[in-house]
């Protein structure tokens, strides 16, 4: 049995304090442009959903310029992470890239306290906690973040599924005698999950 997937089933599942915010990377489409033009350079968008309201989105600009501003690829930053010097470069960038990805969103978010991230592309390598808005704030200090794969996943979160098998740990793996598996039953009941190891 699979549940029909609408924006009213996953507005149900979302409190009444919360936002869905689900990344999409796409690339624009311009119809009437010449047939080499119509595809435009790759853009982030992103798709707000509240408990109740229309849905809203924002362009968030191209791709490019985003992927090119997070601070995460640490080459530049040198061995000592933690120094000082390193510690304001970062903040400095988490700032640039707050003020690309989330400043938008927020504008939108009114007064809920915990965002729902579904990121996608790049934008899965983004501690989105670690950002700083513009009153020099992490955003984990303003909201509570969860993150999601797809907004979808808040329908699948609520189906509960039988184990078709007895649960199996894997342990102490012995590889100077690979092929030679010990099996040992953790308990007599039959619902005990069963230990392999040397």
């Known amino acids: 049995f699979s549940e029909p997937?609408?924006?009213e089933a996953v507005q149900q599942l979302?409190?009444?304090?919360?936002?869905?915010v689900e990344f999409v990377l796409y690339e624009p489409f311009d119809a009437k442009a010449s047939t080499t033009d119509k595809w435009g350079k790759p853009h982030y968008a992103a798709y707000i959903l509240k408990s109740s309201g229309e849905p809203q989105w924002v362009d968030l600009g191209e791709a490019e310029t985003i992927d090119k501003g997070y601070y995460f690829d640490r080459r530049g930053f040198g061995r000592d992470l933690v120094s000082k010097e390193n510690l304001n470069l970062m903040k400095k960038s988490a700032r640039s890239l707050d003020e690309l990805?989330?400043?938008p969103i927020r504008e939108k978010l009114g007064d809920v306290n915990h965002i729902i991230i579904s990121p996608d592309s790049q934008l899965n390598k983004i501690p989105?906690?670690?950002l700083v808005d513009e009153n020099n704030q992490?955003?984990?200090?303003?909201?509570q973040i969860t993150y999601l794969t797809t907004?979808?996943?808040?329908?699948q979160l609520q189906n509960e599924y039988n184990s078709r098998q007895n649960p199996v740990i894997v342990a102490n793996p012995n590889y100077d005698n690979p092929g030679q598996?010990?099996?040992?039953?953790?308990a007599?009941?039959?619902d005990s999950p069963q230990i392999w190891g040397a």
Do not use: H
């Open 5 to 7: 997937v609408t924006i």
């Open 188 to 190: 007599e009941n039959s």
């Open 101 to 103: 990805l989330m400043k």
């Open 14 to 20: 979302i409190p009444e304090d919360t936002a869905l």
């Open 138 to 143: 992490y955003l984990i200090e303003n909201y």
């Open 128 to 130: 989105f906690a670690a």
């Open 151 to 155: 907004g979808r996943d808040l329908i």
């Open 181 to 186: 598996p010990t099996t040992v039953p953790v």
